[in-house]
T-cell receptor, first 115, second 113 residues
Framework: ETGVTQSPTHLIKTRGQQVTLRCSSQ?????VSWYQQALGQGPQFIFQ???????GRGNFPPRFSGLQFPNYSSELNVNALELDDSALYLC??????????????FGPGTRLTVL | DQQVKQNSPSLSVQEGRISILNCDYT??????FLWYKKYPAEGPTFLIS?????DKNEDGRFTVFLNKSAKHLSLHIVPSQPGDSAVYFC????????????FGDGTTLTVKP
């Protein structure tokens, strides 16, 4: 069984640039959620994808967008980077059966630094 | 307005003793609660969960208690081991979607040998 993987591990960007983060979900999982974890805080829900469609979004602006692919892997895109976007970005996968999405399992995260 | 709060940023206990981590929530729509453990440079790891229809769930050394009227839950670790030293996050969601969780800011547990 393959766990959740994320790439890259670390990334440094400058303000105004765009970034794409990638996530491969755990084998057998069909749902991916993305979280932002600022230093000293808990993870904050950004959005969730199920069957390639966005299935709920947290309090994040539209410059945060995502994709889910047929193999259930996912991308998080952030446009017009701001200094406050510096954080650990976590991807979590879970299995949705009918209307219930079960416990999620996290990847190791991507550390984004915006200068 | 933080909907899930962990009021103790840190906790230190002696090996073999009990560790009690606390969590409060404000949103009555939450009916599923989870605890995650996080080591440095790793993502959070699921530890234990509890549905609002229960008031206790046990898994080995870990027990979670839920007091719905007080909107309070706690994680008990007995006996505590040095390997339990980590950041513990409390999270809450609707039972139908544990993939949309609201997290507290975490409590750093240090277990001293």
């Amino acid at each position: 069984e393959t766990g959740v993987t994320q790439s890259p591990t670390h990334l440094i960007k400058t303000r105004g640039q765009q970034v794409t983060l990638r996530c491969s979900s755990q084998s057998g999982h069909n749902t991916v959620s993305w979280y932002q974890q600022a230093l000293g805080q808990g993870p904050q829900f950004i959005f969730q994808y199920y069957r390639e469609e966005e299935n709920g979004r947290g309090n994040f602006p539209p410059r945060f967008s995502g994709l889910q692919f047929p193999n259930y892997s996912s991308e998080l895109n952030v446009n017009a980077l701001e200094l406050d976007d510096s954080a650990l970005y976590l991807c979590a996968s879970s299995l949705r059966i009918t209307e219930v999405t079960d416990t999620q399992y996290f990847g190791p995260g991507t550390r984004l630094t915006v200068l | 307005d933080q909907q899930v709060k962990q009021n103790s940023p840190s906790l230190s206990v002696q090996e073999g003793r009990i560790s009690i981590l606390n969590c409060d929530y404000t949103n009555s729509m939450f009916d599923y609660f989870l605890w995650y453990k996080k080591y440095p440079a790793e993502g959070p790891t699921f530890l234990i969960s509890i549905s609002s229809i229960k008031d206790k769930n046990e898994d080995g050394r870990f027990t979670v208690f839920l007091n719905k009227s007080a909107k309070h839950l706690s994680l008990h670790i007995v006996p505590s081991q040095p390997g339990d030293s980590a950041v513990y996050f409390c999270a809450a969601s609707a039972r139908t979607n544990a993939g949309k969780s609201t997290f507290g800011d975490g409590t750093t547990l240090t277990v001293k040998p």
